[in-house]
């Protein structure tokens, strides 16, 4: 998936020199104080944020709890937002930006590590830029929009060595440490399916199946829009788009799974080796449409043996009413004061969730840091003395990752593990698409069944932005 070098642009800017380095491999990257010579423990991690509104906002507001971190510099595309209002009130002494251009020409100096919480399409520039001038990244999930820019963003995190985290909050939390004691323990072994499945109601739901074109707005004052597009199909501005909607179509964003999938299949996928799948399958569509996700989709992904890991598979459902069945034998035992006969009754779905089965023990977790718990409920009664137990107070993933750039500790969420993550939920996304069964060959890394589909894993960039292909 690695693309061949690219002889460098004429252009000696200072940008362009390091990308044009890049190209060939050979450039020295810029190192960032916490490499961090000149630092001391009590110095504060200089941020540049990228993306302030919704969801950017929240992040922004989270990781400036922390005394360690000093938010010098502000960047969206829609500045006179209402939607980025706030963030530019409550930091007037950061520095205003329109174009990530240029906040890392004008301050690539000042800045120690990056936060990056645009829509999913356009991460994958910014953060090869953040990373080929040394800048740490924390980066929203999904990590990117294709498989190919996920294989490159691992590539140059490997090559420049910055920190780098995936903003899958839950990485950082209960049910991650939870799951690391009880696997290296042997308590969760031998693991053959799982099910996971998002059914709270989406954006796109209700009207998402009847689209035959994208609608057309007039471009609000001040939004750069070829800018908000970046490497993405060129359309039109619409409020469908921005500035919440761009999850909803597949040239822009990754639906619920993309969503979703980082906070509910995490520890699973790494502590379990799981990787890439060889066969993904498209089980239901409801309402399927070639510009937005579904109403309601079931996807399944075949895994195949990992070491003595048994073959697992992984059974996705989102759709307000695509609800996974769980058998009525991992139900509480309930007494009816009318009889006074004993029954199961039926296992009450989290929303989200996932029911992970394996050879001895049935586990059932929510999402992000929520506490797996054995099935049936009387099981869990009679071990809970004996499960492994685990470290319960540990640095969130904001705290986490602004430490790991003072090498006081390691990111939970390296684009190492949270690349090949997001790699799973990009196939997924493709079989949400086109429909059918995709065979994936995991080592020559390509779906060797559908050109279409091969196609889509790393499709070329709109014009102008080939560049950050090429670091």
């Not at 940008?15 to 490499?35: D, E, H, I, V, W």
């Not at 498989?147 to 995936?166: C, I, K, N, P």
């Not at 059932?364 to 929520?370: A, L």
Request: proline fraction near 7%; glycine fraction near 8%.
């Amino acid at each position: 998936m690695k693309p061949t070098p690219a002889a460098p642009p004429a252009d000696v800017s200072r940008r362009n020199f390091l990308k044009a380095s890049a190209a060939f491999g050979a450039f020295a990257f810029l190192p960032s104080r916490m490499l961090w010579g000149a630092g001391t423990p009590n110095e504060k991690v200089r941020l540049a944020c990228i993306g302030i509104g919704n969801r950017g906002k929240a992040n922004i507001n989270n990781i400036a709890q922390n005394e360690i971190c000093e938010i010098v510099a502000l960047c969206d595309v829609d500045l006179q937002g209402e939607h980025t209002a706030e963030i530019q009130k409550n930091f007037p002494k950061a520095r205003k930006f329109s174009d990530f251009r240029k906040l890392f020409d004008e301050m690539a100096d000042q800045i120690d590590a990056v936060l990056i919480s645009t829509p999913d399409h356009s991460h994958f520039s910014i953060t090869m830029l953040a990373m080929s001038l040394g800048k740490h990244v924390y980066v929203e999930k999904p990590l990117a929009h294709t498989f190919g820019q996920v294989e490159r963003l691992m590539d140059l995190a490997q090559r420049s060595g910055v920190v780098t985290q995936m903003g899958n909050q839950g990485h950082s939390g209960a049910n991650y440490f939870q799951f690391k004691a009880w696997t290296e323990a042997g308590f969760i072994k031998d693991v053959t399916r799982i099910t996971a499945h998002m059914n709270n109601k989406r954006r796109w739901h209700g009207w998402g199946q009847d689209v035959t074109a994208y609608p057309q707005h007039p471009v609000p004052a001040g939004m750069d829009w070829d800018l908000w597009m970046d490497y993405a199909p060129e359309h039109p501005f619409s409020d469908k788009l921005h500035p919440a909607e761009w999850r909803s179509w597949f040239d822009y964003g990754s639906g619920a799974f993309g969503d979703w999938g980082p906070h509910i299949l995490d520890t699973c996928h790494e502590f379990l080796h799981l990787g890439l799948p060889q066969k993904i399958s498209a089980v239901k569509r409801e309402g399927a449409n070639e510009f937005v996700f579904p109403q309601a989709s079931t996807i399944k992904f075949a895994f195949p043996k990992r070491g003595d890991m048994p073959k697992c598979d992984i059974t996705w459902y989102d759709g307000t009413e695509n609800i996974p069945e769980v058998e009525a034998e991992y139900g509480k035992l309930e007494k009816d004061p009318a009889t006074g006969k004993t029954s199961r009754a039926p296992v009450e779905i989290k929303k989200p969730g996932k029911i992970i089965y394996s050879k001895d023990l049935v586990f059932q977790g929510g999402s992000h840091e929520d506490y797996l718990k054995i099935l049936p409920y009387e099981k869990y009664m009679d071990m809970r003395r004996h499960l492994p137990r685990f470290p319960q107070k540990n640095s969130n993933h904001y705290l986490n990752f602004l430490r790991a750039c003072k090498g006081e500790e390691q990111s939970r969420s390296p684009f190492s593990v949270s690349g090949p993550l997001t790699q799973v939920f990009n196939l997924g996304c493709i079989a949400q698409r086109l429909g059918g069964t995709l065979k994936f060959s995991r080592t020559d890394k390509r779906i060797t069944n559908n050109k279409l589909a091969n196609a889509l894993l790393d499709p070329a960039p709109r014009k102008g932005w080939e560049q950050y292909y090429r670091l």
